[in-house]
Structures are given as C-alpha cells and as structure tokens.
C-alpha cells in the first residue's frame, strides 16, 4: 500500500517559538502561511507541520498524490481506493471520504494506542 508523502503534523503552542526552533535544527520553511498559524517544514527527507490552535493531539500524515517535496507524482493510489482496502482489512475509519466525491479528500484513522493518523490527498 503506498500511502504518498509521510510527515508529522504538530500541534504547537507558539508557532513563532516553534519555528525558530525547528529553524535551529536546520528545518526550512517548505509551505504553509504563519498567519493562519501553519506551515510545512523540511529537513533532508524530514518533513514535519506546525500548526497552533488547529489540532488537540499530533498526527502522523500522510499525502496521497505528493512526493516528500510536494510535487505531484504522476502516478499514486486515490484515497478513497486506500479507504476501501483498509476497510476491507478490517480497519476501522474515524472519518471517511466521501466515495462519490473526485479530486482532493481525507480520512482518519486511529493506530492501536490511539495515534492518530491522517491521509489526506490535495489533488
């Protein structure tokens, strides 16, 4: 199953605080807009998202359609194609695509301990 691009998508309080610090740790700013309180950030293959006030807990995501630059690959899986083979396995969605919708969607996941995780197309 090839999920797409992986990050981690963090919920921060300050995200000021929060960029100079993965700034010090070599992170540039990849995408996103500080004004609505989220950006994307990359380090070598690393890719991490800071986003204040939009989130209660970190997620792990993942981008169907995105190499881990954000370009669009011309080849991947849809996301509701990925939907419907982790239903067919078993896995329980906390939220789901809508089936009949084309282009961009999402759904969510929750690993055994409660990790949540987000696939989550932009094209």
């Avoid at 960029?19 to 004004?35: A, C, P, Q, R, V």
Wanted: glycine share 8%.
């Amino acid at each position: 199953m090839k999920l797409g691009a992986f990050s981690v998508s963090l919920t921060v309080k300050d995200i000021q605080v929060s960029k100079s610090f993965y700034e010090n740790l070599g992170f540039k700013t990849l995408g996103g807009d500080i004004t609505q309180n989220w950006l994307i950030m990359k380090n070598g293959d690393c890719v991490i998202g800071l986003f204040q006030g939009m989130f209660e807990k970190n997620i792990l995501t993942f981008n169907p359609g995105w190499d881990q630059n954000a370009k669009n690959l011309d080849s991947f899986t849809d996301v509701r194609e990925l939907q419907k083979q982790l239903k067919e396995k078993g896995i329980k969605l906390t939220t789901e695509a809508d089936v009949a919708s084309e282009g961009p969607a999402h759904f969510t996941i929750e690993d055994p301990d409660g990790n949540q995780i987000l696939v989550d197309q932009h094209r």
